[in-house]
């Protein structure tokens, strides 16, 4: 009996227990596709390669295992660079599946051909073409391997048309057993390191912890609750860290942000970066004399941007921290006094800033941004409580995701995606729907600018064709950061002067929703907006809420990850 290679790919794929792959199909890799869906499998079929890559970068990050993405060669490979891009900033573990020409057409100028393997082996941890269908299990189940142990990242595998259309034996194919590849290995922080970085926290007097995203990809949320529990030792969640611990703990200094930077004098920075997000560790934000302890699973980040007198950890991040926890207990470490009065003078703060934020959100026509944000909490929340479903955020946009990042609660570990490390844009769509799929008792809610939308809008109707319960919410001010009124625009028009930030006014989104056979709302008051988010809870299918917002034309647009200082530009 014979067997296709378009088989062999969907048995390796079961073998991995992989659910989705994630892709467009096209010459040659439809007949992939479809295999993959007659083993069961979910291939879910995009608009755009970007967006699926995005999406199945998505996936990897909610379910700490490698996803797929399966795309037809050369365009539809260039498409997927996004997605390989994101993967390997974020650190997270991505197996790209590519058609490409056949073999015995190469540099005959054959239908795209592209020589994807020597395009993709600097941008990837392996990239290979399998030399017989015989070794194609090998080859794939490699990739998945390689893809997470370690630095997650991406791994590639060449799918040539003359391999996709041969066949061979049964019994010449042996798919091995990939049982001790399908979780990446931990490893145990060193026990001097660890007595090391006991000893710096029982001697702090103002310890933080920072939260980043590697503390939720590593799924490490209760050890560092644990960890924080135990020690009493405030913490600061990076965007994407919120949520690993209950942002309503009395230590979250989010709040206090300014303050727990500044006054900190040791640092442990549990999967998070000191790039751009955290002001690189550098004055004024920081310290001039603060310690940073830094643990990641990633040994090449360690020492980035840190002082000489910095402490490095490589570890798993829940190995570690339940091993400090243990080992604070065993030393018999309690808060000292000039902590605590460390601890009481950022409470402070916090409950200071809390209530000017407060008293900044005011009910207008039109409405503003953070008003708008704030009502959809206030609605989201209530409705999540009442029916026990989670709301998972994704926030794409520039001002609509740094001020959802402090306005929108995040009530569990990966409970908020964003643009991360490398603020990408164009990610939005293709996140909701992994979203969706990888917690399909949660109610996904997308929060997007009105400019971010643009760029994966018709995956929309991806979202609604897999049946996805999603409610996206466009904050629309008619442009990029800011836009303009209906009569700045037509005089502006008029003149030949449209500024680049600006978009068309009032741009009727809720529309494609409609047309794709979703549900549409368009939102200028605060009660439409209430209405429009229950009703849009109520209904299992893909809704989106077109809320009009203040263009903001005369606000300046301000960088809070800038930094201050004016430096001479050395090149």
């Not at 088989?7 to 659910?19: D, G, P, R, W, Y």
């Not at 083993?39 to 909610?62: D, P």
């Amino acid at each position: 009996m014979k067997k296709t290679c378009s088989e062999v790919i969907a048995e390796t794929l079961v073998s991995l227990q992989v659910k989705y792959v994630f892709g467009i199909v096209g010459i040659p890799v439809i007949q992939v596709a479809e295999a993959i869906r007659d083993a069961g499998i979910h291939f879910v079929s995009f608009r755009n390669e970007q967006s699926a890559a995005y999406a199945a970068t998505a996936y990897a990050y909610l379910t700490k295992k490698p996803a797929f993405c399966l795309v037809v060669g050369g365009p539809g490979v260039i498409h997927a660079m996004a997605g390989v891009f994101n993967a390997n900033n974020n650190r997270w573990p991505l197996v790209l599946l590519a058609g490409s020409s056949e073999t015995s057409l190469r540099h005959m100028g054959a239908f795209q051909e592209f020589d994807q393997v020597s395009f993709l082996t600097p941008h990837t941890k392996f990239a290979a073409r399998p030399p017989s269908i015989q070794l194609l299990p090998s080859y794939i189940q490699r990739a998945y391997r390689v893809s997470h142990f370690g630095t997650p990242g991406t791994a590639y595998v060449d799918l040539p048309a003359d391999l996709i259309e041969s066949s061979t034996a049964s019994e010449d194919i042996c798919i091995p057993s990939p049982s001790n590849i399908l979780d990446s290995p931990v490893v145990n922080a060193a026990e001097d390191v660890l007595n090391k970085v006991a000893d710096i926290l029982i001697h702090a007097k103002a310890p933080l912890i920072v939260v980043g995203k590697g503390v939720a990809y590593s799924k490490a949320e209760d050890a560092v609750y644990n960890l924080v529990e135990k020690s009493g030792i405030p913490f600061l969640p990076t965007p994407m860290g919120k949520g690993c611990i209950p942002e309503t703990h009395p230590l979250n200094a989010s709040a206090a942000r300014s303050s727990a930077l500044k006054s900190a004098d040791v640092v442990i920075l549990l999967g998070a970066r000191l790039n751009w997000l955290l002001h690189f560790g550098k004055q004024p934000r920081w310290s001039q004399t603060v310690r940073f302890i830094q643990v990641d699973t990633c040994a090449e980040e360690l020492g980035n941007n840190t002082s000489l007198g910095s402490t490095f950890v490589w570890a798993d991040i829940a190995c570690f921290a339940n091993q400090l926890s243990t080992l604070l207990e065993k030393k018999g470490y309690k808060r000292s006094p000039s902590v605590a009065q460390y601890v009481n003078s950022l409470a402070a703060v916090r409950k200071k800033n809390e209530q000017k934020a407060l008293n900044q959100l005011q009910s207008s026509t039109p409405l503003r941004m953070n008003y708008s944000l704030h009502v959809m909490n206030e609605v989201l929340t209530l409705l999540s409580k009442n029916s026990s479903t989670p709301v998972t955020w994704v926030s794409e946009g520039a001002n609509t995701m740094d001020r959802s990042r402090l306005l929108l609660h995040v009530s569990h570990a990966r409970g908020r995606l964003d643009a991360g490390t490398t603020s990408t844009m164009g990610l939005g769509m293709g996140y909701s729907i992994a979203t969706a799929l990888a917690n399909p008792n949660h109610r996904v809610v997308s929060v997007f600018g009105d400019s971010a939308f643009g760029f994966s809008a018709m995956e929309v109707e991806t979202a609604i064709r897999n049946k996805l319960n999603i409610i996206i919410i466009i904050l629309n001010n008619n442009g990029i950061y800011h836009g303009l009124d209906a009569d700045s625009y037509k005089d502006l028009e008029e003149k030949n002067q449209l500024p680049t930030t600006a978009l068309s006014v009032a741009t009727r989104y809720d529309a494609i929703c409609q047309a794709c056979g979703g549900q549409g709302f368009f939102v200028q008051t605060e009660q439409e907006l209430k209405d429009a988010l229950t009703t849009a809870w109520k209904t299992n299918n893909v809704s989106l809420i077109n809320v009009m917002i203040d263009p903001e034309s005369k606000m300046k647009l301000i960088f809070n990850w800038m930094q201050e200082t004016k430096k001479p530009v050395k090149l």
